[in-house]
């Protein structure tokens, strides 16, 4: 199955469809694919649509964090939108919804892109 | 009172297993969904640990021979885990608290996978004996 499919938005901004279940057996491919996208394409401005993952365990988080460090690298941002409740939960769980810019719909995360 | 065991590779492939065994057994069990994710969540994050942790050093040919021994048992409104490996001495206790500004800095990776079992749990205790490590994790149902 795969776990991320990722859509050009236009130069240097890109949306990541996630789907499945982001455990530790996926985490590592959804990272290196991500990170090889972001050097590879150029990417600065990335937008992970949760909408069809439907479990993340703390290993996804660590991804989300490990890109969240590289976009910042580059001057850059993350941005995530249609989390189910049950992964945002756990996002509140770990404390980390202040960390992430979180948006009902992937319409309103592309909106606060750069122009 | 229910009990049920069951024995998994020590590899990261084997954390889809692990869930769906511990999802399907509290299911059985009319364990409501929200106590279900928590016990779900918190055993994929102590099956990894001894993954990565307890059997990261380890060789290839021990990891292949050893295995994870999961043990769930229900007691009224309390879920018992018991995850027993032969792995080398992971005391979670140890392990501090998840910290953003060092995460995003690169200076840690992780950290959040015990403060989850802590978080989700009602109990999370460790015990190493005779050379096996038990990681107990207690759960009391809020239905």
């Given at each position: 199955m795969e776990h991320v499919k990722l859509k050009n938005l236009s130069a240097g901004k890109a949306v990541a469809a996630l789907s499945g279940r982001l455990d530790v057996s996926v985490s590592g491919e959804v990272e290196e694919k991500l990170m090889d996208a972001i050097e590879k394409e150029n990417i600065s401005h990335l937008i992970l649509n949760?909408?069809?993952?439907?479990y993340m365990s703390s290993s996804g988080f660590r991804v989300a964090i490990a890109l969240l460090r590289r976009l910042k690298d580059k001057n850059g941002s993350l941005k995530i939108c249609c989390v189910r409740p049950a992964v945002k939960r756990i996002f509140d769980v770990i404390e980390l919804t202040s960390l992430f810019e979180i948006y009902n719909s992937e319409e309103e995360a592309v909106k606060t892109l750069p122009t | 009172m229910f009990v049920v065991r069951h024995n998994f590779q020590?590899?990261?492939?084997e954390i889809p297993k692990v869930k769906s065994f511990v999802e399907s057994t509290l299911s059985n069990w009319g364990v409501s969904r929200e106590d279900l994710d928590d016990i779900v969540l918190a055993c994929d994050e102590a099956a990894t640990n001894i993954i990565l942790?307890?059997?990261?050093?380890?060789?290839e040919a021990r990891r292949k021979s050893d295995t994870i021994e999961l043990t769930l048992r229900k007691k009224r409104n309390v879920v018992e885990v018991i995850l027993r490996d032969r792995g080398i001495s992971f005391d979670m206790a140890k392990v501090p608290l998840p910290d953003i500004r060092l995460n995003l800095a690169g200076k840690r990776r992780g950290g959040f996978g015990v403060h989850l079992m802590r978080s989700l749990m009602s109990r999370i205790r460790y015990q190493c004996r005779d050379g096996e490590n038990r990681t107990i994790l207690l759960k009391r149902l809020s239905s």
């Open positions: 949760m909408e069809n993952v439907e | 020590v590899d990261v492939k942790h307890a059997y990261g050093p380890v060789d």
